[in-house]
């Protein structure tokens, strides 16, 4: 087991900032689910990415590299500013390894300021208690670390013991909510680690999620009977949020399809760091328009395409979005030929075993 650090609770002006900031943060949610409800011609949820580069290299993971430069601020703002322009809701910073962008916090500060609920996702290595101030005093309302051993090894430097200091220093200082994803599946040496993982976090006072991991052809495979209990267990553990609407998951857990509608291109976007729309991080490459060219025409027409690689997605922030539609519209277009783009792109990908969740 990883050394626990022991943890003395937050101050008093901390737990009051803490509470005002996750009724304000509570309250525009519930703001967000009712104007979801109403209109369907405005993105939910958007990932933007302004930074491609990470700190670490886990071996599963395809979206990052070691070299790409930081996209500039004024470009970020420009960005953020035609996202709000559509009416988005939520933006949730990812990476690469986001921290190491130079003007993250005022990235943040950009989108409160344009009115959208503000997370990021990170490995949490660059966190500090000056750093989480900073975050703190920036706005964000949103922060999750995916965690994926207890003891780090050759495929992931994300564990327990590497990160359980800046755990603490997120318990003690960190004004915004926190999330806690462990994995299950294919690959994960020892199931028992996300368990583990799991209760530290509620024990932290986080919430805590649990990500299944497909086989290494990208199919679903069920999860064993121990896996099965632990997955049961994590999901049942935590308090409850926004983010547990991951009832989809029993399917995939049993190496189920399931049946819903997926509204990426339109009411979920994935933002590269060169500023194209893509569907999601697991399917990137279409339909690769330039985001300031991204219509309300085209997010119509994602919004009734039919996903080919939906019954068997594991994505969950995606299908978090779609509880909120799956109930109308069907699905009756396909996806548009590809054009040839004018500058070498990625192909379209999709990712069986392959994470990128920070
Ligand atoms: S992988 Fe999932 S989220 Fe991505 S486009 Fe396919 S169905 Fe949608
Ligand atoms: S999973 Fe996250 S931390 Fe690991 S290499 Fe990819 S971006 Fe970096």
Redesign the pocket.
Known sequence: MAEETKVGGPSAKTRLRRRLRFLRTRARELKMIGKALVSTKHPILVHIIPMRQCNLACTYCNEFDDFSKPVPLEEMKKRLDTLADMGTSIITISGGEPLMHPDLDEVIRHMRRRGMIAGLITNGFYLNKERIERLNEAGLEHLQISIDNVVPDEVSKKSLKTLDGRLVMLSQCAVFQVNINSVLGSGVKDPEDALKIARRAVELGFTSTVGIIHDNNGQLKPLGPRELEIFEEVMALGKRSFSRFNEFQHNVARGREHNWR?R??SR?LYICEDGLVH?????RGYPGIPLAQYTPEMRDREYSTK????PR???SC??QVGILDNWRDPQNLNPMPMTPPATPQAELV?IGEVRGDS
Do not use: D, H, R
């Open positions: 997926c990426s291109g979920y569907w999601c991080s697991q399917q996903k080919f690689c939906a997605c594991t994505v995606v299908q999709q």
